[in-house]
Protein backbone atom coordinates (compact mmCIF):
# COMPACT_ATOMS: atom_id res chain seq x y z
CA UNK A 1 0.00 0.00 0.00
CA UNK A 2 2.37 2.40 -1.19
CA UNK A 3 -0.37 5.40 -1.17
CA UNK A 4 -1.07 4.47 2.46
CA UNK A 5 -0.23 7.49 5.10
CA UNK A 6 1.09 6.50 8.63
CA UNK A 7 -1.32 7.52 11.14
CA UNK A 8 -1.06 7.84 14.63
CA UNK A 9 -3.76 7.59 17.57
CA UNK A 10 -4.42 11.25 17.82
CA UNK A 11 -4.55 11.55 13.73
CA UNK A 12 -7.11 8.56 13.90
CA UNK A 13 -9.05 10.69 17.06
CA UNK A 14 -9.23 13.90 14.67
CA UNK A 15 -10.38 11.87 11.41
CA UNK A 16 -13.16 10.08 13.60
CA UNK A 17 -14.45 13.31 15.05
CA UNK A 18 -14.59 15.45 11.85
CA UNK A 19 -16.17 12.12 9.66
CA UNK A 20 -18.87 12.61 12.45
CA UNK A 21 -19.23 16.41 11.81
CA UNK A 22 -16.85 17.95 9.72
CA UNK A 23 -17.91 21.71 11.07
CA UNK A 24 -16.01 21.02 14.34
CA UNK A 25 -13.93 23.85 15.68
CA UNK A 26 -10.33 23.65 15.57
CA UNK A 27 -10.82 24.23 19.51
CA UNK A 28 -13.47 21.20 20.00
CA UNK A 29 -11.09 18.93 18.33
CA UNK A 30 -8.30 19.80 20.24
CA UNK A 31 -10.02 19.94 24.05
CA UNK A 32 -11.54 16.77 22.29
CA UNK A 33 -8.54 14.70 21.34
CA UNK A 34 -6.28 16.55 24.08
CA UNK A 35 -3.39 18.65 21.99
CA UNK A 36 -3.10 22.34 21.81
CA UNK A 37 -5.36 24.22 19.05
CA UNK A 38 -2.07 24.70 17.07
CA UNK A 39 -1.17 21.32 17.17
CA UNK A 40 -4.60 20.12 15.92
CA UNK A 41 -4.53 22.86 13.04
CA UNK A 42 -1.32 21.59 11.64
CA UNK A 43 -2.49 17.89 12.22
CA UNK A 44 -5.73 18.67 9.71
CA UNK A 45 -3.70 20.75 7.37
CA UNK A 46 -1.41 17.31 7.15
CA UNK A 47 -4.23 15.16 6.40
CA UNK A 48 -5.41 17.81 3.91
CA UNK A 49 -1.85 18.16 2.14
CA UNK A 50 -1.26 14.30 2.08
CA UNK A 51 -4.69 13.33 0.66
CA UNK A 52 -5.72 11.81 3.88
CA UNK A 53 -8.54 14.45 3.83
CA UNK A 54 -10.31 15.11 0.19
CA UNK A 55 -12.75 17.43 1.68
CA UNK A 56 -16.12 18.51 3.26
CA UNK A 57 -19.72 17.83 1.85
CA UNK A 58 -22.77 19.26 2.13
CA UNK A 59 -25.00 16.38 3.26
CA UNK A 60 -28.44 16.94 1.68
CA UNK A 61 -32.08 15.19 1.99
CA UNK A 62 -32.81 13.73 -0.75
CA UNK A 63 -37.09 13.78 -0.30
CA UNK A 64 -37.28 17.64 0.79
CA UNK A 65 -36.09 18.33 -2.71
CA UNK A 66 -38.79 16.31 -3.92
CA UNK A 67 -37.09 13.68 -4.76
CA UNK A 68 -37.87 11.01 -2.21
CA UNK A 69 -37.39 7.42 -4.58
CA UNK A 70 -33.93 6.54 -5.08
CA UNK A 71 -32.51 3.94 -6.60
CA UNK A 72 -29.74 2.24 -8.22
CA UNK A 73 -29.51 1.36 -11.68
CA UNK A 74 -26.68 -1.79 -12.75
CA UNK A 75 -25.63 -0.34 -16.57
CA UNK A 76 -23.52 -2.67 -19.39
CA UNK A 77 -21.95 -0.89 -21.83
CA UNK A 78 -20.96 -2.03 -24.58
CA UNK A 79 -18.75 -2.28 -26.48
CA UNK A 80 -16.79 -1.69 -23.50
CA UNK A 81 -14.59 0.92 -24.83
CA UNK A 82 -12.50 4.10 -23.56
CA UNK A 83 -14.03 6.28 -26.91
CA UNK A 84 -17.71 5.52 -25.42
CA UNK A 85 -17.01 5.27 -21.76
CA UNK A 86 -15.61 8.44 -21.08
CA UNK A 87 -18.98 10.53 -23.08
CA UNK A 88 -20.96 8.30 -21.04
CA UNK A 89 -19.44 8.93 -17.52
CA UNK A 90 -19.43 12.49 -18.09
CA UNK A 91 -23.18 12.20 -19.54
CA UNK A 92 -24.20 10.42 -16.21
CA UNK A 93 -22.35 12.45 -13.69
CA UNK A 94 -24.19 15.94 -14.83
CA UNK A 95 -27.61 14.15 -14.78
CA UNK A 96 -29.51 15.99 -11.70
CA UNK A 97 -30.74 12.47 -10.82
CA UNK A 98 -27.20 10.84 -10.54
CA UNK A 99 -26.42 10.89 -6.34
CA UNK A 100 -22.97 8.22 -7.53
CA UNK A 101 -21.25 6.44 -10.36
CA UNK A 102 -19.49 3.21 -9.81
CA UNK A 103 -17.23 1.24 -12.57
CA UNK A 104 -17.40 -2.25 -11.68
CA UNK A 105 -16.33 -5.83 -12.42
CA UNK A 106 -18.26 -8.26 -13.73
CA UNK A 107 -21.42 -8.43 -15.95
CA UNK A 108 -22.34 -4.96 -14.78
CA UNK A 109 -20.33 -2.18 -15.58
CA UNK A 110 -22.01 0.65 -13.79
CA UNK A 111 -23.75 1.11 -10.56
CA UNK A 112 -25.59 4.33 -10.21
CA UNK A 113 -27.64 5.94 -7.61
CA UNK A 114 -30.13 8.27 -8.88
CA UNK A 115 -32.54 9.99 -6.88
CA UNK A 116 -36.11 10.79 -8.73
CA UNK A 117 -39.49 12.14 -7.32
CA UNK A 118 -42.04 9.19 -8.35
CA UNK A 119 -41.60 6.10 -10.27
CA UNK A 120 -42.78 7.76 -13.17
CA UNK A 121 -39.36 9.91 -12.94
CA UNK A 122 -37.67 6.87 -12.80
CA UNK A 123 -39.28 5.51 -16.09
CA UNK A 124 -38.29 8.92 -18.06
CA UNK A 125 -34.84 9.22 -17.01
CA UNK A 126 -34.04 4.77 -17.64
CA UNK A 127 -35.81 5.29 -20.68
CA UNK A 128 -34.60 8.79 -21.78
CA UNK A 129 -31.34 9.35 -20.15
CA UNK A 130 -29.78 5.62 -20.37
CA UNK A 131 -31.55 3.02 -22.83
CA UNK A 132 -32.03 5.61 -25.60
CA UNK A 133 -28.35 5.55 -25.73
CA UNK A 134 -26.38 3.60 -28.14
CA UNK A 135 -23.97 2.32 -25.95
CA UNK A 136 -26.13 0.89 -23.13
CA UNK A 137 -26.95 -2.65 -23.75
CA UNK A 138 -28.48 -2.87 -20.43
CA UNK A 139 -30.23 -1.78 -17.41
CA UNK A 140 -31.61 -3.34 -14.14
CA UNK A 141 -32.90 -1.08 -11.82
CA UNK A 142 -33.15 -1.96 -8.05
CA UNK A 143 -34.99 0.66 -5.68
CA UNK A 144 -33.75 1.56 -2.45
CA UNK A 145 -35.52 1.34 0.46
CA UNK A 146 -33.65 2.54 3.33
CA UNK A 147 -30.02 3.56 3.83
CA UNK A 148 -28.03 3.71 7.00
CA UNK A 149 -24.39 5.23 6.85
CA UNK A 150 -21.76 3.36 8.30
CA UNK A 151 -18.79 4.33 11.02
CA UNK A 152 -15.99 6.46 10.39
CA UNK A 153 -13.65 4.96 7.78
CA UNK A 154 -10.25 4.10 9.57
CA UNK A 155 -7.29 2.16 8.06
CA UNK A 156 -7.57 -1.39 9.09
CA UNK A 157 -6.10 -2.35 12.48
CA UNK A 158 -3.26 -5.22 12.28
CA UNK A 159 -4.27 -8.11 13.24
CA UNK A 160 -7.66 -7.07 14.17
CA UNK A 161 -10.74 -9.39 12.89
CA UNK A 162 -14.48 -9.24 12.19
CA UNK A 163 -16.57 -11.09 15.00
CA UNK A 164 -19.79 -13.26 13.34
CA UNK A 165 -21.19 -12.02 16.68
Not at 80 to 86: A, C, D, S
Not at 106 to 118: E, I, Q, T
Not at 122 to 138: G, I, K, N
Not at 155 to 160: E, V
Request: proline share 7%.
Amino acid sequence: MADSVVLDAVDLHILRLLQNDARTTYRELAAEVGVAPSTCLDRVARLRRTGVILGHRLQLNPAKLGRGLEALLLVQVRPHRRELIGPFVERVRALPESRALFHLTGPDDYLVHVAVADPADLQRLVLDAFTSRREVARVETRLIFQEWECGPLLPPTPGAHLSAD
